[in-house]
């Protein structure tokens, strides 16, 4: 294989030294076969610049931490081929959440905010009875509801949000999506009315202009778009009855 | 006197898994203030990339009636290959169906017994009962006598620990994230919390707490080639061992999967094998059946591993940029049965080697998986050495595992584990007082600002902390491996005595301002590479075979000698780790043959 010489732009800032001026540096790597964006990185920082911050953790798009603008669309770096990319390609951090440093973003207190709003846990008056046999569910619930839980809080729906830009508090598609998770489970006990209190608003579901960014940008194809218009539907009706 | 935040709690969990969220819930149900630690959001863990499943005999599904506590157990005993502790397995075994029902009670969407026939891969047919219908199934994993893995499709940890999360949420329980525990604040009998840094700003900080509780994780990138996430460096095990009174329990009981693709390391898992793919080297011969006629791929994990291992030491091995793998080859299943039943390996392939399993041969090599060895503690989960100090989870050598975990096991033993032990951290905490002086305080701060000056300032030398580390993973993966034998185990410690010695020189390059993170790096470089030298120490001395330790020149267990736990302290100030040895302890099932069939005398050691 002749291997090509890649040239990656990437913004760096660091926001704890702010009289330092954001700007985008030039790296160049020699491709290799079978080589992602995590190599990638991983070689700039080893060989080149001991400085650069970027997440990955479980680099296998389990764990939603890599996201960043590949070429201006969010998307996990860690499953990114090089041999996807141009020659040159440019490395930005995920607008809409707080920058750390150059391609390092705090997508984690965006996210539990988020669980905290919507009470992303189940609601149930029952208590634990280490006892006793489960409750039983059909297969098909329990498959229903793990649909809506593969969202691995990576922030790409976010990020290519328009709404985000206009509602900071926006809970976004994937906060939409685990309203969904909830609504489905016959384990949460809470009434439409209080979902109704939860994403009833323009920070909730009416916020949303539907024009599906979010879906085209998960990376793990969650269907955002019918968990949108399934929570907005409820949610209709919801406020019609109040 | 230092500058710095102190934040104090009851009980400060590191580590914000499945094992220390389960802890930290168990506490905090108690009325005790808890705060987490996490290197990284709680959810981005590496409890959240497990797949396969969790054990617990509920019984439900048709081919886990009968199954019970009892059986789980003995499974549990062989599959450890006698190296556990019978008390602790007992314990574990009677609470996970308690566990398992408790997720599902928090809102893990489990997967459920669909009521009728099926007929499964070997064309044996099976009934589910009606009666069952609803309740929480269960899937077959290696090493089990009974299907008793539940799962949620292919994303267990996943949605255990969001689910864990999510209680840990709702109860309000503090989290600092990406904050490191970078030392053990002790004065030599009692824990007293640990200084971390802020990986946000650089800051030193400290956190005081009546119990401490260690759940970071296993310490699968000492290998590099490793599955594991690249947060996992067992830096809870080396903090602890730092403090010169703790032990690790059995650091050489590392366990190995046989496919890890090249050059991410992500596993392939035993399905495409199962199924019925090949596995071939350079001349795309398939050398399986030379080794093993009868199991050929299907011989357990450990022994594909091993003659895969053979195969490339023999010169079969296929060269690439990333060193030498084989190929595993599917592509004459068909277009069909890729697509649909092995859909999650084609996608792997796709996204992480950019190849089509359907054309193409997919380069594979037996990866590092698992790390049985960990902190030592007693039944009640308390560390050996430090009052005060507990560990749990796969930082743990709690010791259920043995010398060889079963798959599913180690799920279970988050869950179970944060359960049981977090009660008894509750019960100590409550009756716990303490007193620590601000001088240990400052004491043990300076300490590490002292560590932080010297690698600005490359005080002690100029050492480069990735090339370190290189050569460190390069030790294991080449001499402390599959295969075991006194000459390779030699060189190993020889290397990494050598290596340990450069770790103390290193100075980095980047200035080590703020969350500098070449900074973090060269703070972890020393105790990793001295758990990298209690692992080359403890197999040299091992002068048998038992689980996942297999050691070429001493082949057969050794139960007259050797059916012990090896300890691995590393004194205070000392340059290598002092070896020492307790009993097994063994309650209900004496020693004897595994019974895993004539290529397998090793461990089997169950999927995923
Ligand atoms: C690919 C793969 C698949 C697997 N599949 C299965 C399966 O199907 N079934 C099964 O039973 N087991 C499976 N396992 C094993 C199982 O997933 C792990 O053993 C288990 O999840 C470990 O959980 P834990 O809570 O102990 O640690 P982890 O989940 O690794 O959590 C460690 C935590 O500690 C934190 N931490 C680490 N160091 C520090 C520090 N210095 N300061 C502060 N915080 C720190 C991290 O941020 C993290 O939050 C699998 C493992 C792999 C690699
Ligand atoms: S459809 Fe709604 S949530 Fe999705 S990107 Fe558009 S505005 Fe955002
Ligand atoms: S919904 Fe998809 S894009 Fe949005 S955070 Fe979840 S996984 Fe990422
Ligand atoms: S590193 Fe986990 S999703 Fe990319």
């Known amino acids: 294989m002749s291997n090509r010489l890649l040239t990656f732009n990437i913004f760096r800032y660091d926001p704890n030294t702010p009289e330092i001026e954001p700007k985008m540096q030039k790296f160049q790597v ?10 990638v990185l991983n070689k700039i920082r080893e060989e080149q610049d001991p400085t650069l911050k970027f997440d990955f953790v479980c680099r296998a798009a389990i764990c939603g931490s890599c996201a960043m603008l590949v070429n201006g669309k969010p998307t996990l770096a860690c499953k990114t081929l090089t041999k996807d990319l141009p020659n040159e390609t440019t490395l930005m951090p995920l607008p809409a959440f707080k920058l750390l440093g150059d391609l390092s973003v705090d997508t984690g207190t965006w996210f539990r905010e988020m669980s905290i709003k919507t009470e992303a846990w189940v ?9 006793a046999e489960e409750e039983r569910m059909s297969n098909d619930q329990a498959l229903a509801i793990y649909e809506a839980e593969r969202c691995i809080e990576c922030g790409c729906c976010i990020a290519g949000c328009a709404t985000v830009n206009i509602r900071p508090d926006f809970l976004g598609a994937a906060g939409i999506n685990r309203v969904a998770r909830f609504m489905l489970d016959p384990r949460d006990e809470r009434t439409e009315q209080e979902y109704f209190e939860v994403v009833g608003s323009d920070d909730g579901v009416f916020g949303c202009v539907g024009l599906m960014a979010c879906d085209d940008n998960c990376p793990i194809g969650i269907p955002l778009q019918g968990q949108l218009s399934y929570v907005r539907r409820k949610m209709a009706v919801a406020g019609w009855r109040r | 006197m230092s500058n710095y935040d102190i934040f104090s709690s009851d009980v400060l969990v590191v580590g914000a898994g499945l094992a220390g969220e389960r802890a930290a819930v168990a506490a905090a149900e108690k009325g005790l203030n808890v705060i987490i630690l996490s290197l990284v959001p709680p959810r981005r863990s590496h409890s959240t990339a497990a797949q396969g499943g969790m054990q617990a005999s509920l019984g439900n599904s048709a081919k886990g009636l009968g199954d019970s506590p009892d059986v789980h157990f003995v499974d549990t005993v062989k599959g450890s290959d006698w190296g556990c502790e019978q008390d602790v397995a007992r314990i574990f075994v009677e609470n996970a169906p308690i566990a398992v029902r408790q997720m599902s009670y928090w809102g893990v ?32 994993f290696g090493g089990t006598a009974k299907w008793r893995t539940c799962y949620t499709s292919d994303g267990t940890g996943h949605t255990l620990q969001f689910v864990m999360d999510s209680i840990v949420i709702k109860l309000g329980i503090t989290v600092h994230d990406r904050t490191e525990a970078i ?29 401490t509780v260690i759940a970071t994780g296993g310490y699968g990138r000492l290998y590099g080639a490793s599955t594991n996430a690249i947060i996992n460096e067992g830096s809870g095990m080396f903090i602890a061992q730092e403090t010169g009174v703790v032990p690790l329990g059995n650091m050489e009981a590392v366990q190995f999967h046989p496919t890890g693709i090249v050059p991410s390391w992500i596993l392939v898992t035993e399905g495409a094998r199962g199924d019925g793919g090949y596995l071939r080297d350079k001349n795309l011969h398939r050398f399986m059946p030379d080794y093993e006629p009868v199991k050929k791929e299907l011989a357990s994990r450990d022994v594909v591993s091993r003659r895969m291992m053979q195969h490339i030491r023999k010169g079969y091995g296929v060269e690439s940029p990333y060193g030498e793998h084989l190929w595993l080859d599917i592509r004459h299943l068909g277009e069909k049965h890729i697509n649909t039943n092995l859909r999650e390996i084609a996608n792997i392939c796709r996204n992480f080697a950019g190849i089509d399993p359907v054309h193409d041969l997919i380069p594979v090599r037996p990866t590092q998986h698992y790390s049985m060895g960990g902190i030592r503690t007693n039944a009640q989960g308390m560390a050996y050495g430090l009052e005060g100090l507990f560990a749990i989870g796969e930082a743990a050598c709690w010791d259920l595992h043995g010398f060889n975990r079963l798959g599913g096991n180690s799920l279970a ?6 359960m049981v032990i977090g009660e008894e951290i509750a019960k100590y905490t409550k009756d716990a007082s303490y007193n620590v002086s601000t001088k240990l305080l400052d004491e043990f701060v300076g300490q590490q600002e002292d560590r932080i000056d010297a690698l600005i300032s490359n005080r002690n030398g100029s050492e480069n902390v990735y090339e370190i580390r290189r050569e460190m993973e390069k030790t294991l993966s080449t001499y402390v491996g599959i295969f075991r034998n006194g000459k390779d185990l030699q ?36 105790g990793m590479v001295r758990l990298a030298y209690c692992i080359a120490a403890g197999a040299l ?68």
């Open chain 1, 30 to 39: 020699e491709e290799e076969e079978r080589m992602t964006l995590f190599i």
């Open chain 1, 123 to 131: 609601h149930t008056d029952k208590v634990f009875d280490p006892k």
């Open chain 2, 109 to 140: 969407p489990w997967n459920r017994v669909v009521a009728g026939k099926k007929i499964l891969h070997d064309g044996t047919e099976i009934e589910d009962s009606p009666e069952k219908e609803g309740l929480i199934t269960a899937r077959d």
């Open chain 2, 183 to 211: 030392s053990i604040i002790h004065d030599g009998d009692r824990c007293y919390g640990v200084v971390a840094r802020c990986l946000r700003t650089g800051k030193l900080r400290v956190y005081t707490a009546k119990s």
């Open chain 2, 413 to 418: 033993e988050t869950v179970v584990a944060g």
């Open chain 2, 491 to 526: 060189t190993a410690v020889n290397k990494l005595d050598e290596l340990y010695q450069r770790s103390l020189k290193v100075g980095i390059r980047s200035g080590g301002k703020g969350a500098d993170p070449e900074l973090a790096s060269a703070l972890r470089i020393k």
């Open chain 2, 541 to 608: 001395n091992r002068t048998e075979s038992r689980g996942s330790h297999f050691r070429e020149d001493y082949p057969k267990r050794d139960d007259a000698n050797w059916l012990k736990r090896t300890l691995a302290y590393w004194p205070v100030g000392a340059s290598k780790p002092e070896l020492k040895y307790e009993p097994v302890k063994i309650t209900e099932l004496p020693p004897g043959d595994r019974g895993y069939g004539e290529a397998s005398a090793q461990a089997s050691a169950g999927k995923a």
